[in-house]
């Protein structure tokens, strides 16, 4: 097997918040081609300044070159490794993207219908791209957000796609599900499915495979860190040393108003 190397863009400085273990997905192939989402310099000289949201995508098979495109709308100057960037692809070809996101509203850009359906007949361009929400159109009303962090994407065999996030503050915060509708281009809550009680999950994954839903997390006991103003942390005693337990549900229900979970397991911490 041949292993191609490619160039993608400059890394900003800030916490290395490109191609993190917890974004899902920074990188996807979808309808033959690849896509990538990143985080470059707002001066391209200049790694240590602001940075702008990018993504980028090609064909490989045709071996083409990456072709990006630069978001100049949006500034991020949080050196903050949380604030990854997230993409997702939902049946109807709409590109998703979530970022800039550690206990914050929802930053969110999504393409128009079938972009990634044909990508040979459209020109990649910033046209292709609505502006950055700070809220998901739903039916009949738009869904706001306070704190989220951790932003995942994941597509169903319907075409339909989830976005998974945290809401709330580490130790201190539920795990909620909303949903895309690939006929209706629009979103619709799901709501918590795993509450958290002075704890919360940290997800090692959220992942579907053969129409079945697959999470895997280990609970943070809480413990109030804030002695300011401040409602995040880069680190800080609210950290990796109060995680316990292995735990594991998934579900094969595809209803489009919920998502039923089963057969939860638990790996207890000595």
């Not at 041949?2 to 863009?9: F, H, K, Q």
């Not at 007949?121 to 950055?132: A, M, Q, R, Y």
């Not at 706001?144 to 169903?156: A, M, N, S, V």
């Not at 997390?217 to 995680?243: I, L």
Request: some cysteine.
């Amino acid at each position: 097997m041949n292993i191609e190397l490619t160039r993608l863009a400059v890394d900003p400085n800030g916490w290395r918040i490109n191609c993190c273990s917890f974004q899902q997905d920074a990188i996807m192939t979808y309808n033959g081609f690849q896509y990538v989402v990143l985080y470059q310099p707002k001066d391209q000289t200049d790694p240590d300044g602001p940075r702008v949201t990018s993504i980028g995508r090609r064909n490989p098979k045709t071996k083409s070159p990456w072709s990006f495109i630069i978001f100049k709308d949006y500034i991020q100057t949080k050196d903050d490794g949380h604030n990854i960037i997230s993409l997702g692809i939902s049946g109807d070809g709409i590109i998703h993207m979530a970022w800039d996101m550690h206990g914050d509203e929802i930053h969110y850009r999504q393409s128009k219908v079938d972009v990634a359906n044909n990508p040979l007949k459209l020109e990649w361009t910033t046209d292709l791209f609505g502006p950055v929400l700070t809220e998901l159109e739903g039916e009949n009303m738009a869904f706001q957000f306070g704190e989220i962090t951790y932003p995942r994407f994941q597509t169903l065999e319907s075409g339909d796609l989830l976005l998974e996030f945290r809401s709330g503050r580490s130790g201190l915060g539920d795990c909620c599900i909303y949903r895309f509708s690939r006929d209706t281009h629009k979103w619709s809550e799901i709501g918590i499915y795993i509450k958290g009680v002075e704890n919360n999950a940290y997800l090692h994954g959220f992942d579907y495979k053969n129409k079945i839903l697959h999470v895997t997390w280990t609970y943070r006991d809480y413990v109030d860190d804030r002695s300011d103003d401040k409602t995040t942390s880069q680190a800080g005693p609210n950290g990796p040393e109060n995680n316990h337990d292995l735990h594991y549900m998934y579900s094969v229900d595809e209803r489009s108003h919920s998502v039923q979970f089963c057969r939860e397991e638990i790996v207890r911490s000595s």
